[in-house]
């Protein structure tokens, strides 16, 4: 779409979204640079042009093209203009497991920390009730990383009376279910995973290192025995510029 024909269109609406309209505008720009739109080596559109095409003031224009900028995707040359450089090289590489074989397994190369264990506690909330609590649970709160990136923070509630058959090295290689899943006498009924879709709180946009308000996808997860206890209980979340959601649809 040329630059005067995107002029012609109602103005974006950044007002649906809680999201801050300079990360809004920031990820539209982005697209636009995945897509070809903006072609690396060309110019992009002036501050001026953009403001006007969706509406929002120079400086949050300005704003968005900085975290652009702090991504190495463009750069701006005096009394030139801004240019495209490169394309976005982080691959959506880490997938948000929608099946049994995907929760099984870490992201591949990812380093698991520690940041928080705690015994004789109980989950803050449960998203599915489908079974009852056991009398208490062990807590790890622990965050993924690759090459030095994190990309996940995750907490766990496992059954306490389940917890002292865990090797303390297990949860700093693998996910809570494949722990689950490689205990022989634990038998699991049922599964339930919710992934919905939000932005990141001052904790989050710490702990991820990502921009406040910042695109986020958080899973909550729960498993049942077969005699109805609820064995775990987990709240995921997965910062949204690294993640890729694949469901395969049953014909």
């Known amino acids: ?60 224009v300005r704003q968005a093209l900085g975290l652009l900028e702090d991504e190495k995707l463009i750069e701006r040359f005096r009394a030139k203009g801004t240019f495209v450089i490169q394309k976005p090289q982080s691959a959506l590489w880490c997938e948000v497991p929608t099946d049994l074989s995907g929760l099984l397994l870490a992201a591949e190369g990812a380093t698991i920390e520690i940041l928080k264990h705690e015994k004789g506690v109980m989950p803050g909330s449960v998203l599915h009730t489908a079974g009852q609590l056991a009398p208490s649970y062990q807590h790890w709160r622990r965050r993924h990383s690759r090459e030095g990136q994190p990309y996940y923070l995750g907490d766990a509630y496992i059954d306490e009376r389940l917890t002292r058959r865990i090797p303390k090295s297990a949860f700093k290689q693998h996910t809570t279910m494949r722990i689950l899943r490689d205990m022989p006498d634990l038998e699991l009924r049922e599964i339930h ?46 910062r949204g510029d690294v993640v890729r959601l694949d469901i395969k649809v049953a014909l």
């Open 193 to 238: 995973q919710t992934i919905t879709i939000g932005a990141a709180d001052v904790e989050l946009s710490r702990m991820l290192e990502i921009p406040l308000n910042a695109p986020v996808a958080h899973a909550w997860r729960t498993a049942t025995d077969a005699s109805g206890t609820i064995v775990f209980v987990g709240n995921g979340v997965y």
């Open 1 to 60: 779409m040329s630059h005067e024909a995107a002029l012609r269109e109602p103005a974006i609406d950044f007002s649906l979204s809680g999201v801050a309209r300079y990360i809004q505008l920031a990820t539209l720009f982005r697209r636009r640079i995945e897509s070809g739109q903006w072609p690396v080596g060309e110019q992009i559109p002036t501050v001026d042009d953009l403001a006007e095409e969706c509406a929002v003031a120079r400086a949050t």
